[in-house]
């Protein structure tokens, strides 16, 4: 193995790991502030991803199409929070699930009513194509360092968000202690509509930026949806922290054991069986880890204060 | 009392009505219309239902449902089908997981399947059934011509498919046939969407050439990724993975792309020439694979229909043997184990008036069969 092969691994861990954060820190935030467990998150991924694919290909602009992809999301994500969500605050965690799970299945087959069965072509604007060099010789694609830095600056804006704004300190008081706030006079309703507006448009970003080097199709929401809900878990339900160090985690150890898992198992057992072998082992590692973490802290690693 | 026996009188002359012509056939279509792989199913219903609308027969009928690319839910569907429809044949299953569930059920309350796509290795084999058609391929098939195509030009190549049964039988299927060097053999995750970690091995591998099995948007994923690595090793792959339905979302950065195919757009004959356009007309797009296959299949039950009376299992059985149909594809007959035996093409994907299509570039294996048909003995 090489450094520049261990190099380009690392960036790829790093890389699904920010695109996971982007997910995670929504799905974080409106556990966190609302209670609320919202297994949409992913339907939200999607339509990011759609309305990105359906305006970069009319208009032919894929910084517009992002930009429909921010506002759509959010718009949805007010939506769905003004009709569906807004009524399961003060129920229990089974109905929230039964009912976000019914809101999966109206976006999906909504989406498919509106684009049909195909999946949608979105490229990679002409200004992040190709590849660059990095120092040892590896090539590593432009838009994925892209995505890095975009996840890296999304990162940085919440932090400032959350700790030096007034909308900051009503989210951790909405966090703390809901009717506390309520009874100060913060208007309740607004700011959880807003604070998941906020969740959904991040989504949103991630399937479009995604949605550019993967498929745009019906359904590719909830394969991602159960990677953030591990990475929340890892890090901590309601920490924004928490889901940082837990993507990351999750990027870097499910890559990594993809790579090394069957080239280790090659030591032990034949080289016939060992690599399906390492790739099963590789699809559970991260729930391993995320078992591990458990049984050490069951709370995540950097639990929200409640 | 008097009733009953009226039913029964009026009974015993529709049925000797029906004798005189053909016996109405009433088909079962269980394919996947929603979720992730629905362009599949939608195109194997259309390219279906196309070959009945041309009949211009009355005495078929088809019932279509959904499945959603759940095995349990499709074992369902064809229990209704078969014990409140009446259905006499079943169709139109996509994925080989699906129809390994359904398969033993439908064959066991004596009603014929037709596969317009799934053909895993075991119902080629030993598990081979008399009411059990493929009008498809055997599921190894389009990976045996890219391992003798590969032996063309490629010393050392890297391999990598999804970790499922179809996935192992594509490599093995590859391997059968390919003499050189495997640098690399990678398994992934079924849906896998992000393909970084592997383009990376490949990067590394020093292999010159690439095989991979990902249908649907797992080769999407992979392709898109793939033109931005800044990698250059040449891909090839079996015709599933740059099919009409996933051409489009890939863009062209599957340009170039060398894939094998039982049936291509392009090929020259009258049944294809009629084919192509007709599909086009009605549909308002190109036909994939799997709309042929499915074509062929209700071909292949219309024909049957017309000679043999469906309650009739072993002439109805021989008739659909005979594959008295004039294929896209060319030459069609069925083996031993009834799987098709056909040409295989090598195809290279080119850009026509801006669409993305398939154009033949040789006949890499005449009369191919599968390595399982000896196995079958019913």
Redesign the interface.
């Known amino acids: 193995m090489t450094f520049a092969l261990a190099l380009e691994q690392l960036l790829n861990g790093v890389q699904l790991g920010f695109m996971l954060f982007l997910m995670a820190a929504g799905l974080t935030l409106v556990f966190g502030v609302m209670g609320l467990i919202n297994l949409a998150h992913g339907s939200l991924y999607m339509v990011g991803a759609f309305a990105c694919a359906a305006v970069a290909a009319a208009t032919g602009s894929f910084w517009l199409g992002l930009a429909a992809s921010l506002a759509f999301a959010a718009g949805a994500g007010a939506l769905m929070e003004i009709t569906v969500i807004r009524r399961l605050y003060n129920r229990d965690h089974l109905e929230q699930v039964l009912a976000t799970y019914a809101l999966i299945l109206i976006f999906s087959e909504g989406t498919r009513w509106l684009f049909g069965s195909f999946p949608l072509y979105l490229d990679i604007p002409p200004l992040l194509q190709g590849a660059v060099s990095l120092p040892g010789g590896a090539q590593y694609p432009l838009y994925r360092l892209a995505i890095i830095i975009t996840g890296a600056l999304v990162a940085g804006g919440l932090y400032l968000l959350i700790s030096r704004t007034r909308l900051g300190m009503r989210i951790r008081a909405g966090e703390s202690d809901r009717e506390m706030i309520a009874a100060l006079g913060v208007d309740i309703r607004t700011l959880y509509t807003l604070v998941f507006a906020l969740g959904a448009a991040l989504a949103g970003l991630a399937g479009a930026m995604v949605g550019a080097i993967q498929s745009v199709q019906v359904g590719m929401g909830e394969p991602v949806l159960i990677f953030a809900f591990v990475v929340i878990i890892i890090g901590g339900i309601g920490s924004i922290k928490g889901a940082f160090v837990g993507a990351l985690t999750v990027g870097v150890v499910d890559t990594m054991g993809r790579f090394l898992l069957p080239q280790i198992l090659t030591l032990f057992v034949s080289p016939a069986d060992a690599k399906p072998m390492g790739a099963a082992i590789a699809s559970m590692l991260i729930y391993l880890v995320m078992a591990f973490i458990l049984a050490v802290k069951p709370r995540g690693l950097f639990p929200a204060q409640a | 009392m008097k009733t009953s026996l009226l039913a029964a009188t009026a009974a015993l002359m529709l049925g000797s009505a029906c004798m005189a012509s053909a016996e109405p056939v009433k088909i079962g279509l269980i394919t996947t219309?929603?979720?992730?792989g629905?362009?599949l199913?939608?195109d194997t219903r259309d390219g279906f239902m196309l070959a009945i609308k041309q009949s211009g027969r009355k005495d078929v009928t088809v019932v279509t449902e959904d499945d959603a690319q759940k095995p349990e839910l499709a074992v369902q569907i064809a229990d209704k089908m078969i014990q409140s429809e009446n259905v006499d044949v079943l169709t139109g299953i996509v994925w080989s997981n699906l129809l390994m569930a359904v398969q033993p059920g439908v064959v066991a309350q004596g009603k014929f399947y037709v596969s317009t796509n799934a053909a895993p290795a075991a119902l080629a084999g030993a598990k081979c059934d008399p009411l059990y058609f493929n009008a498809a391929y055997q599921n190894d098939n389009l990976h045996e011509a890219m391992g003798e195509y590969a032996n063309k030009g490629y010393k050392k190549m890297f391999i990598m498919a999804p970790?499922y049964p179809a996935g192992?039988d594509s490599l093995t299927g590859f391997k059968r046939y390919y003499k050189g060097t495997v640098a690399n053999?990678?398994?992934?995750?079924v849906?896998q969407?992000?393909y970084?970690?592997?383009i990376?091995?490949i990067?590394?591998s020093g292999a010159d050439g690439v095989f991979v099995f990902l249908p649907?948007?797992?080769g999407?994923?992979f392709m898109?990724?793939y033109a931005?690595?800044?990698?250059k090793t040449p891909i090839i792959g079996p015709g599933f993975s740059f099919s009409q339905?996933?051409l489009?979302?890939?863009?062209d950065a599957a340009l170039g792309v060398k894939a094998s195919g039982q049936w291509v757009k392009d090929l020259d004959n009258a049944a294809n020439k009629a084919f192509v356009p007709a599909f086009e007309k009605e549909y308002g797009r190109l036909p994939s694979i799997y709309a042929v296959q499915a074509f062929d299949a209700a071909q292949l039950i219309l024909s049957a229909s017309s000679k043999a009376s469906v309650k009739d299992a072993k002439a109805f059985a021989a008739a659909l043997n005979a594959a008295d149909i004039k294929s896209p594809r060319g030459n069609f007959k069925f083996n031993t184990n009834r799987h098709p035996i056909q040409d295989i093409y090598v195809t290279e994907v080119v850009k026509e008036n801006g669409v993305l299509t398939n154009k033949t570039v040789e006949k890499i294996f005449t009369d191919h069969s599968d390595a399982y048909a000896k196995e079958c003995k019913k």
Request: glycine share 22%.
């Open positions: 219309l929603s979720g992730g629905a362009g199913g939608v970790n192992k053999e990678v398994y992934t995750q849906g969407t992000d970084a970690a592997e990376a091995q990067r590394a649907g948007g797992m999407i994923a898109k990724q931005q690595s800044g990698v339905d996933v489009p979302a890939i863009g």
